[in-house]
Every structure is written in C-alpha cells, then in structure tokens.
C-alpha cells in the first residue's frame, strides 16, 4: 500500500496564495488530481493530470508537481474558497488512495 | 449532461447488509469504470474498491474484501455497492464516483445503529 500525506490545516487571509501540498512516492510516477468539498456536498474536482483544470474550474487554482510532491495553489484566495481539499493518485495494480485532506481556512 | 443519482438513506442495525445504487444518465455507461468512496462523520475521503461495467470486473480495497460486491446493470445503466456485516463503523455518506472521478453521486448516507 501507499500514503498521500496532507497537512490538516491551512490558513490566510482573503487575497493571499494558499498552497497545500500533498506528499507521497507513487507521486513521482503517477499523476494527481485534487478535490474541494465543502460541508454536506460531494467532492468537486479541481485539478487533475497534476495541473490541468477542468471546465468551470476558476483559474486562481493551480496545480504543480515536483518529485514526490504535488502542490494545490490558489491565487488570490476568496472566502468561497474555504473548504476541504483532497489530493488522489492510483498506481497500476494498486488500489486508490485519498489523501487526509486539508481545511482551508479563509478569513 | 452527466448524472449520477444514488438512492436514499438507510438506516441499519449491526449485521447486517446494505445495498446502496447509483444510476447514471448523460453518457455511454459501459465507457467508464465506477468508483465506490465513503465518508465518515468528520473524517476523510476512504476508497472502498471499483467496477467495470462493460464486463463486470472489479477491484476491492483490501480493508473491504470480503465484505463488499459491485455489480452493475447495463439494461438500466445502474451500478450496485453492497456491503455485509454492517457495524457502527460503518456510518457513513457512500459515494459513487465515474471512472475519472469527474462526476460524483449526491452521496446516499447509511446510519448502521442498534
């Protein structure tokens, strides 16, 4: 088995960058996606491929990887932002894992 | 447009089985795999295992083997997550997910409770 290891906070100020970074070493061989889930709704996917965005996505979330770590950007955060953030990756013949997730705080 | 429509809360006592489903619209439902995620009150996003529905296969995660079946009906496009032995631990919101975790089901909570 593998880990995806996430911090459990995150905080700033609306208008600043938050980054939260998610660590593990299939991440050096397989891609990451991200998800944003606020309280009672379903994950919504954000990044995917490490850094691609899909469709409706705001451009102020970004994605970038180096190594075995991938970071989760959002530029100029606002407070709608604030919400849980899972990272994800598969490896061939491995079963899936989800990161801890991390809580973004706004405000 | 894509859906995936789950169906409603279960309440369950300890042992025994639920069986939560996921029908989907918008798409050709043989083309992609469905993943099954669960949620815990106040905890993370947990894996439980995946099907194809074109042939059927799946994969289960190893904490759920044994307990878990994925099936699915290609005549009414719907995929199936059955799970056994039920216990308190079990509570929690169930997830279907297509294949590229891009569409997610509105999430079907099942309470297991004496």
């Known amino acids: 088995s593998y880990e995806l290891t996430q911090p459990s906070s995150v905080s700033v100020s609306p208008g600043q960058t938050a980054r939260i970074t998610c660590s593990g070493d299939?991440?050096?061989?397989?891609?990451a996606r991200w998800f944003q889930q606020k309280p009672g709704q379903a994950p919504v996917l954000v990044i995917y491929?490490?850094?691609e965005r899909p469709s409706g996505i705001p451009e102020r979330f970004s994605g970038s990887s180096s190594g075995t770590t991938v970071t989760l950007t959002i530029s100029g955060a606002q407070v709608e932002d604030e919400a849980d953030y899972y990272c994800?990756?598969?490896?061939?013949?491995?079963?899936?894992?989800f990161g801890g997730g991390t809580k973004l705080t706004v405000l | 447009q894509v859906q995936l429509v789950q169906s409603g809360a279960e309440v369950k006592k300890p042992g025994a089985s639920v069986k939560v489903s996921c029908k989907a619209s918008g798409y050709t439902f043989t083309s992609y795999y469905m993943h099954w995620v669960r949620q815990a009150p106040g905890q993370g996003l947990e894996w439980m295992g995946i099907?194809?529905?074109?042939?059927?296969?799946?994969s289960y995660a190893q904490k759920f083997q044994g307990r878990v079946t994925m099936t699915r009906d290609t005549s009414t496009s719907t995929v199936y997550m059955e799970l056994s032995s039920l216990r308190s631990e079990d509570t929690a919101v169930y997830y279907c997910?297509?294949?590229?975790?891009?569409?997610w089901g509105q999430g079907t909570l099942v309470t297991v409770s004496s």
């Open positions: 491929k490490d850094s």
């Open positions: 994800y990756s598969a490896a061939d013949n491995n079963p899936v894992v």
């Open positions: 299939v991440l050096a061989k397989k891609y």
């Open positions: 099907i194809n529905p074109s042939g059927g296969s799946t």
């Open positions: 997910a297509r294949g590229a975790v891009d569409y």
